[in-house]
């Protein structure tokens, strides 16, 4: 069984600013292989070149100190996401995940970028 520890509210005394805040965003970006489970869904707003520039734009708006994406394919993260996020001034990792044989297609993972 888990054990759960629960921090004390205010251990430090310190004042919380805005200085002190940290903006945290995790986003699914819906790898390719999955867009079928999504049949309700006009085929052109699954694509992806439909897709990636309003991902782009919503990850912007936020503003995140700290970004996780789910479902990244390794290829989008090679050639779209980190290249990207090194020029907004991001470091990147990536972490692949195995996917069943039911879901053929490219493996995804997680990036984070920090």
């Not at 986003?27 to 079928?36: F, G, V």
């Not at 090194?86 to 039911?102: D, V």
Request: with cysteine; charged share 20%.
């Amino acid at each position: 069984m888990r054990r759960w520890f629960q921090p004390a509210a205010r251990a430090c005394n310190l004042p919380v600013s805005q200085a002190h805040q940290v903006r945290v965003l995790t986003y699914n970006i819906l790898a390719d292989k999955y867009k079928r489970f999504h049949p309700y869904c006009p085929p052109e707003y699954l694509d992806w070149s439909y897709r990636y520039p309003r991902i782009l734009q919503e990850l912007q708006s936020y503003s995140p100190d700290i970004l996780c994406l789910q479902e990244v394919e390794q290829t989008v993260y090679d050639s779209h996401l980190q290249p990207w996020m090194q020029q907004q001034g991001y470091c990147s990792l990536y972490q692949p995940r195995r996917t069943p044989p039911s879901y053929p297609g490219p493996d995804e993972g997680v990036s984070l970028h920090y």
